[in-house]
């Protein structure tokens, strides 16, 4: 691997993609198909932290829609991300890669307890830090928790792995004249409504000017790539940088 650009990233993952092609849960091909995507990038020393999301399980948004309520809804969403976590610890170690699941709420049997300086510690010693249960507070989004996450441990970029290949103007999906980000400021992000980032999320990284790099986790090497600093995204940035 060549020189990588950066050397402590932190990469969040969502929850939906541990599904794959089913509908519900975690298609077992996906964790190891990520581990291999990991493993290079690993094992050339860079630190890496990971958050993951529990929308394959449950969303709390989805049940308040349905009348539960929203703070009991997100507590069961954390849940799932430990779930999650635990799921990509089992086969991160299956590669061969020394892994730690930390926890915002207490659940000392199965994850240690999230302290921003034992995280710190744990990536320094050559260990992928798995963050479970989001900032361990309702009404927040994991993107949130991953920016907090990122700035906490001094990550010099955060990573959102997604299923398209960076920011467009308008959805790709359903728009073939969208046009594609390459770089895009945290401001443009909040007045175009992007939809890159929940709207604390991208302000927590604007004002502790951590860039935030959107790219598409399916592409084989992308995520050596992207640290290697290659453009295979789109990095959103402070103007003045």
Known sequence: MADAKYKRVLLKLSGEALMGSQEFGIDPAVPKRLADEIRPVFESGVEIAVVIGGGNIFRGVQGAAGGMDRAQGD???????????????????QAGMDSRVMCAISMRQIA????????????????????????????????????????????????????????????????????????????????????????????????NNMPVMIFDINGDGNFQNAVEGAHVGTVVYNKED
């Open 75 to 93: 507590s069961m969403g954390m849940l799932a991300t430990v779930i999650n976590a635990l799921a990509l610890q089992d086969t991160f170690e």
């Open 112 to 207: 240690e307890p999230y302290i921003r300086r034992r995280a710190i510690r744990h990536m320094e010693k050559g260990r992928i830090v798995i963050l479970a249960a989001g900032t361990g507070n309702p009404f927040f989004t994991t993107d949130t928790g991953a920016a907090l996450r990122a700035c906490e441990v001094n990550a010099q970029i955060l990573m959102k792995a997604t299923n398209v290949d960076g920011v467009y103007d308008a959805d790709p999906k359903t728009n073939p004249d969208a046009k594609k980000y390459d770089s895009v400021t945290y401001d443009e992000v909040l007045s175009k409504n992007l939809k890159v980032m929940d709207a604390a999320a991208i302000a927590l990284c604007r004002d």
